[in-house]
C-alpha cells in the first residue's frame, strides 16, 4: 500500500469531519441531518482528490528543488531568512501600537516581507558575504567551502584519461565534482555486453581511481541532480548553468551546446591541439585491428583512450594485433586521429 493512498484515506476523513462540522454548524434542527450527510460526503470527496496536492507534491518540489541548489547558495538564504526574521522581530512591537486593523496586520506582513527580503539579498550577495566572512576566518572553515572554484567532469573526459595527467599540474585549481548521474553511467558503460564499450567503461573507472589518488586537487562525487531530466549530458549542462561552473569535456557536441547557453567549457582536445602533442611520424606503437575503414584497403584500431588509428592496407588483419609506424596525425576539436602503415610493409 503507498504513500500516497495512505495520505488520500487520511485526507479523507479529515475533510470528512470538517465537513460534518460545517454542516452541523449550518444545519438547523430540521435539517442539521442532511447538511452534516451532504457536507460530510463533499468533504471525503475533496479530501481524496486535493489531499496529494496539499502533501506529496509539494515535498517532492521542495526536494527537487533543494537538491539542485547548491550548499553555499542555501547557506546563503538561511542565513538571509534569519536575519529577516529578526528585523520583522524588532519592527513588529513598534508596529503593534497603531490603530486597528494596522496594529495586528503589519506586524504578520512585516515578517513575511524582511523574510523574503534577507533571503533575496543573501543570494544575489553571497560571494560579497562570504568573500567578506572568509577575510575573518582564513582560508580554513566554512568560508573556503564556499568560495572555492569547482568544475564538473564529464563521461567521456574520465575515459580519455588526459584529465588524470592535467590535474597533477596544477592548471586546474579547483574542486573537481562527478555527478552520481556520470559516475552511472560509466558503471553502465563498463557493464555493455559490446567488448569496446565495456572496455571504455573499465578504463573509464580506472581513470577514475587514479585521479582520485593522484590528484594534487579535491576530487568530489556529488548526488546533486536534475531529476526532470533524463539525458546525462543534459543533465550536466543543467547542473553546471545551476552552479554557474565550467565543464571539462572533450566531447565535440556537447561543447557546443553548452556553449550555447552561455556556460564554460574547458575542451581538453583545444587544450591538446593548443599544445600541439603530436605522435611524431616515424614513431611505433601495437594496436588491434577491429573493423575495415571507409577507404579501400583500410583498416581500422583504437587506442586505450578511444583514439582512432588508420591503418592503410589494414583489412587483412582485421582481428589481429600488430605493430605499425605511425604516418601523419590529425589533431581537431573533435579529437585526434592517427594515419599509420603496417610495420612490415615499411620495411
Not at 503593534?96 to 512585516?110: M, Q, R
Request: charged content about 20%; some cysteine.
Amino acid at each position: 500500500m503507498g504513500v500516497e493512498f495512505l495520505l488520500r484515506i487520511v485526507g479523507m476523513l479529515v475533510f470528512a469531519v470538517i465537513g460534518w462540522r460545517i454542516g452541523d454548524a449550518l444545519g438547523a434542527s430540521g435539517d442539521a441531518l442532511r447538511y452534516i450527510i451532504v457536507l460530510a460526503l463533499a468533504g471525503a470527496a475533496l479530501g481524496l482528490i486535493i489531499t496529494p496536492w496539499i502533501t506529496i507534491r509539494p515535498y517532492v518540489w521542495a526536494r527537487r528543488t533543494i537538491r539542485q541548489v547548491p550548499a553555499q547558495q542555501l547557506l546563503a538564504a538561511t542565513i538571509g531568512l534569519l536575519i529577516g526574521l529578526i528585523i520583522a522581530a524588532l519592527s513588529a512591537f513598534p508596529l503593534s501600537f497603531l490603530p486597528a486593523p494596522f496594529g495586528s496586520i503589519l506586524p504578520f506582513v512585516s515578517l513575511i516581507l524582511f523574510g523574503y527580503l534577507g533571503a533575496w539579498v543573501m543570494m544575489m550577495r553571497e560571494r560579497d558575504f562570504f568573500a567578506i566572512l572568509g577575510g575573518r576566518l582564513g582560508r580554513e572553515g566554512l568560508a573556503r567551502a564556499a568560495s572555492e572554484k569547482s568544475v564538473l567532469l564529464d563521461t567521456s573526459v574520465i575515459i580519455d584519461g588526459r584529465i588524470a595527467d592535467i590535474s597533477r599540474t596544477g592548471f586546474i585549481d579547483g574542486t573537481m565534482m562527478i555527478p552520481r548521474f556520470v559516475l552511472q553511467e560509466l558503471q553502465h558503460i563498463a557493464d555493455s555486453p559490446d567488448s569496446l564499450r565495456r572496455n571504455r567503461g573499465r578504463r573509464g573507472l580506472e581513470m577514475l581511481n587514479k585521479l582520485q589518488k593522484e590528484s594534487i586537487v579535491p576530487i568530489r562525487i556529488t548526488d546533486l541532480d536534475v531529476e526532470e531530466v533524463h539525458e546525462v549530458d543534459d543533465k550536466l549542462v543543467r547542473l553546471a548553468k545551476n552552479l554557474h561552473c565550467p565543464i571539462v569535456t572533450n566531447d565535440y557536441n556537447l561543447n557546443r551546446v553548452a556553449e550555447l547557453q552561455g556556460i564554460r567549457v574547458l575542451n581538453i582536445n583545444e587544450l591538446a591541439n593548443a599544445i600541439r602533442a603530436v605522435v611524431l611520424p616515424g614513431e611505433g606503437m601495437r594496436v588491434r585491428v577491429v573493423q575495415e575503414g571507409k577507404e579501400l584497403g583500410q583498416g581500422v584500431g583504437y587506442l586505450d583512450d578511444g583514439t582512432m588509428v588508420v591503418i592503410d592496407n589494414g583489412k587483412k588483419f582485421i582481428g589481429s594485433t600488430i605493430d605499425v609506424t605511425v604516418t601523419r596525425m590529425l589533431q581537431t576539436n573533435q579529437g585526434r586521429m592517427i594515419f599509420a602503415a603496417p610495420l612490415d610493409e615499411k620495411k
